[in-house]
């Protein structure tokens, strides 16, 4: 009996693309929540990193929700060291 040329055909065409991108995983295209794309998201990335980055009305938000929005100081201690 012969193989099936079209099952060896769908085998040997399986595709195995990396993610091209490191953020969301999208190969063709970037996920709409992605940081490449989307500002708040971009600006969520930048608060986290950097609290001074927070903005005004988002500041006063916290802060009446009782929020303290700061630089970690453990990072800081580790940082010194």
């Known amino acids: ?3 099936n040329p ?3 055909w769908h085998h040997s065409n ?10 969301c995983g999208g190969v063709v295209r970037h996920e ?11 600006y969520a990335y930048a608060v986290v990193l950097e609290p001074d ?5 988002d500041r006063l938000i ?3 929700l009782g929020v303290v929005w700061q630089k970690n100081p453990c990072l ?4 010194r060291a």
């Open 62 to 64: 916290l802060h009446a």
């Open 6 to 8: 079209a099952a060896s």
């Open 53 to 57: 980055k927070l903005t005004l009305i």
């Open 14 to 23: 399986q595709h195995e693309a990396k993610p091209a991108c490191e953020h």
């Open 32 to 42: 709409r929540w992605c940081i490449t794309c989307d500002p708040v998201v971009q």
């Open 76 to 79: 800081e201690k580790l940082q």
């Open 1 to 3: 009996m012969f193989p």
